[in-house]
């Protein structure tokens, strides 16, 4: 082939992860030749990037443009989760900013490596077969893995870097064996190609358990039951602001991932993989509702509610149905929302320099900042599902998603675990209201204090403008089916 022969493809549909990738480079010639006196301006710098990215993803039509010979795909839904991702990321690193400074572990690394997770974490929501999607996933696992352990004094953040590695190494191999049997059986890695290739409806045994496989490696980065062994652990010795984006970003990046190998690639096998994902959405249910009762650490206890909420998302992959993708799309805008607001006031509880992570340092919140507290006391009842908040929307829309595609059971199971769940997120409100009241916190950073403000108005202001929210949900659940 010569030289005319040669077509190069349209990088115009990845834009958004080549502007990241090239200011990423030139971000880390300035740091290493600055060293630690350019940490302030790196984060500036990521930050810019970040909202850059964010403009070019919102102004990319919602048609389905394809590109590298079909296994890159911008569609409405890409273009939604790829909005939570970067906002997920640019929240984690406004949120850094004071602890790391307080901490004296200023170092210009680390938004660096929050924007190759982000890389990775935008080709999987724009993955379009199995090579591009584990490509992502592991670009995004590898700069997870440092962060975990970016307190490399601290020997809970080395063993929560240690144990993340570990078990997400073990959960890659298992998505690579079952993307290899979903291969071998199919003869294509492309989602398409494997849509055509079981559009009869009959999947023998090797493609049955490549989909078992791939719903193992899936369930790992969710942080869903049962393989959800790591996510306490690694929350816990994390850096807080570290566990804050591990709950927020990666999250909507692996939910992306899942809905669409699921939806993309097995469309006319779902009786298959539903009752894969009924499981795990019931486990992670459960044991998020009941495994936090006796939680003490805060941070432990957000672990076990992300595992919940992974679950109630997962209700509405299981109904297979465009409202249940839809459903899918707005839960995971509102838990970005919550989650973000929870973690702000979390990073928040200072007192004397020292940092508090216990359910205890909430003590009479309420009477020494009662601001603070009313905005942790709405993500703590949103979470619950309490209306008029947002978080009951969120399960209202999954929930009857489930319920329309005759899986009553799974909704019912939902309701009664979150009955459960909400009597640590109600304890919580208790401690901050009616216990007697600590000496006061430090001041909240400006930072935290944008985070919180913002997570505040979509956790409480829901009701009154659901339709911007539920439009751009159901044109990224409309773009998939």
């Given at each position: 082939?010569?030289?005319?022969q040669?077509?190069?493809?349209?990088?115009?549909?990845?834009?958004p992860?080549?502007?990241?990738?090239?200011?990423?480079?030139?971000?880390?010639?300035?740091?290493?030749?600055?060293?630690?006196?350019?940490?302030?301006?790196?984060?500036?710098?990521?930050?810019?990037?970040?909202?850059?990215?964010?403009?070019?993803?919102?102004?990319?039509?919602?048609?389905?443009?394809?590109?590298?010979?079909?296994?890159?795909?911008v569609?409405?839904?890409?273009?939604?989760?790829?909005?939570?991702?970067?906002?997920?990321?640019?929240?984690?690193i406004?949120?850094?900013?004071?602890?790391?400074?307080?901490?004296?572990?200023?170092?210009?690394?680390?938004?660096?490596?929050?924007?190759?997770?982000?890389?990775?974490?935008?080709?999987?929501?724009?993955?379009?077969?199995?090579?591009?999607?584990?490509?992502g996933?592991?670009l995004?696992?590898?700069?997870?893995?440092?962060?975990?352990?970016?307190?490399?004094?601290?020997?809970?953040?080395?063993?929560?870097?240690?144990?993340?590695?570990?078990?997400?190494?073990?959960?890659?191999?298992?998505?690579?064996?079952?993307?290899?049997?979903?291969?071998?059986?199919?003869?294509?890695?492309?989602?398409?190609?494997?849509?055509?290739?079981?559009?009869?409806?009959?999947?023998?045994?090797?493609?049955?358990?490549?989909?078992?496989?791939?719903?193992?490696?899936?369930?790992?980065?969710?942080?869903?039951?049962?393989?959800?062994?790591?996510?306490?652990?690694?929350?816990?010795?994390?850096?807080?602001?570290?566990?804050?984006f591990?709950?927020?970003?990666?999250?909507?990046?692996?939910?992306?991932?899942?809905?669409?190998?699921?939806?993309?690639?097995?469309?006319?096998?779902?009786?298959?993989?539903?009752?894969?994902?009924?499981?795990?959405?019931?486990?992670?249910?459960?044991?998020g509702?009941?495994?936090?009762?006796?939680?003490?650490?805060?941070?432990?206890?957000?672990?076990?509610?992300?595992?919940?909420?992974?679950?109630?998302?997962l209700?509405?992959?299981?109904?297979?149905?465009?409202?249940?993708?839809?459903?899918?799309?707005?839960?995971?805008?509102?838990?970005?929302?919550?989650?973000?607001?929870?973690?702000?006031?979390?990073?928040?509880?200072?007192?004397?320099?020292?940092?508090?992570?216990?359910?205890?340092?909430?003590?009479?919140?309420?009477?020494?900042?009662?601001?603070?507290?009313?905005?942790?006391?709405?993500?703590?009842?949103?979470?619950?599902?309490?209306p008029?908040?947002?978080?009951?929307?969120?399960?209202?829309?999954?929930?009857?998603?489930?319920?329309?595609a005759?899986?009553?059971?799974?909704?019912?199971?939902?309701?009664?675990?979150s009955?459960?769940?909400?009597?640590?997120?109600?304890?919580?409100?208790?401690?901050?209201?009616?216990?007697?009241?600590?000496?006061?916190?430090d001041?909240?950073?400006?930072?935290?204090?944008i985070?919180?403000?913002?997570?505040?108005?979509?956790?409480?202001?829901?009701?009154?403008?659901?339709?911007?929210?539920?439009?751009?949900?159901?044109?990224?659940?409309?773009?998939?089916f």
């Amino acid at each position: 082939m010569n030289a005319a022969q040669i077509v190069m493809p349209s990088l115009g549909p990845a834009l958004p992860e080549l502007i990241l990738a090239v200011g990423v480079l030139v971000l880390i010639l300035y740091g290493s030749f600055r060293g630690e006196r350019s940490a302030e301006a790196v984060n500036v710098g990521a930050l810019v990037l970040l909202v850059l990215a964010l403009f070019v993803v919102m102004s990319q039509s919602g048609a389905k443009i394809t590109t590298l010979n079909g296994s890159f795909i911008v569609d409405g839904f890409s273009k939604v989760m790829k909005v939570l991702i970067l906002l997920g990321s640019a929240a984690a690193i406004l949120l850094s900013r004071d602890y790391f400074q307080r901490e004296r572990i200023d170092r210009f690394e680390f938004p660096l490596l929050i924007l190759l997770c982000t890389i990775g974490m935008l080709v999987m929501a724009s993955a379009n077969d199995l090579i591009a999607m584990y490509l992502g996933l592991e670009l995004q696992s590898l700069a997870a893995y440092v962060i975990a352990a970016f307190h490399r004094d601290n020997l809970r953040s080395t063993e929560a870097g240690l144990k993340y590695f570990v078990l997400g190494a073990l959960s890659s191999g298992m998505l690579l064996y079952g993307s290899s049997l979903v291969y071998g059986f199919t003869g294509t890695v492309s989602f398409p190609g494997i849509v055509a290739a079981l559009s009869d409806g009959n999947a023998g045994f090797g493609i049955v358990l490549g989909i078992v496989f791939v719903a193992a490696g899936v369930a790992f980065k969710m942080s869903a039951v049962p393989f959800h062994m790591w996510t306490p652990d690694v929350y816990e010795g994390s850096p807080t602001p570290v566990t804050a984006f591990f709950a927020s970003a990666p999250k909507m990046a692996a939910v992306a991932m899942t809905v669409r190998i699921f939806i993309g690639a097995f469309p006319d096998v779902t009786a298959i993989w539903q009752q894969i994902i009924v499981f795990i959405a019931i486990a992670s249910m459960a044991l998020g509702s009941f495994a936090a009762i006796g939680q003490r650490s805060i941070k432990r206890l957000m672990a076990y509610s992300s595992i919940g909420n992974i679950g109630y998302a997962l209700v509405g992959l299981a109904a297979g149905s465009q409202a249940g993708i839809s459903g899918v799309v707005i839960y995971m805008i509102i838990y970005l929302a919550m989650t973000l607001g929870a973690f702000a006031v979390i990073l928040s509880l200072r007192r004397g320099g020292q940092m508090f992570e216990t359910l205890d340092d909430l003590s009479g919140l309420s009477r020494t900042h009662p601001v603070l507290a009313f905005c942790l006391a709405a993500m703590m009842f949103s979470l619950a599902g309490i209306p008029p908040l947002a978080g009951f929307f969120g399960k209202y829309f999954v929930f009857r998603a489930a319920i329309e595609a005759n899986l009553v059971a799974l909704a019912i199971i939902g309701v009664v675990t979150s009955v459960v769940g909400a009597f640590y997120y109600l304890r919580l409100v208790k401690v901050m209201y009616f216990d007697e009241p600590l000496a006061p916190y430090d001041p909240m950073p400006p930072g935290l204090r944008i985070v919180l403000g913002l997570s505040t108005v979509v956790v409480v202001l829901f009701v009154l403008l659901p339709a911007p929210l539920r439009g751009a949900a159901d044109a990224a659940a409309k773009s998939l089916f």
